[in-house]
Nanobody, 120 residues
Framework: QVHLRESGGDLVQPGGSLRLTCVASGSVGGIDNVGWFRQAPGKERELVARVFNGATIRYSDAVKGRFTLSRDNAKNTVYLQMNGLKPEDTAVYYC??????????????WGQGIQVTVSS
């Protein structure tokens, strides 16, 4: 089992910045496949950014150039630095972890979600 704990959500004005943090604990072999989704009211959950096999980082077109995903492997922690925030970034942000070490097929875990609100 893997537990994901998110933090850093807040209310911020347009143009502002936030950094989300997600700490993975439990049976974590490595944070090679980890990232963030978000879900706005009335919309489906969508990918924001993720790491593929510890190498490639992919961003959605909506956040490319404004958001940056990074990791601290020693701490099993993934960050999402969000700059230039817009009202349309308002959503519940979910950290996810894909266990490719101890599960076959790989099992996906989700954090509880954290609210980000961009408003003046």
């Amino acid at each position: 089992q893997v537990h994901l704990r998110e933090s850093g959500g807040d209310l911020v004005q347009p143009g502002g910045s936030l950094r989300l943090t997600c700490v993975a604990s439990g049976s974590v072999g490595g944070i090679d496949n980890v990232g963030w989704f978000r879900q706005a009211p009335g919309k489906e959950r969508e990918l924001v950014a993720r790491v593929f096999n510890g190498a490639t980082i992919r961003y959605s077109d909506a956040v490319k150039g404004r958001f940056t995903l990074s990791r601290d492997n020693a701490k099993n922690t993934v960050y999402l630095q969000m700059n230039g925030l817009k009202p349309e970034d308002t959503a519940v942000y979910y950290c996810f972890y894909l266990d490719t070490y101890f599960s076959s097929p790989p099992e996906r875990y989700w954090g509880q979600g954290i609210q980000v609100t961009v408003s003046s």
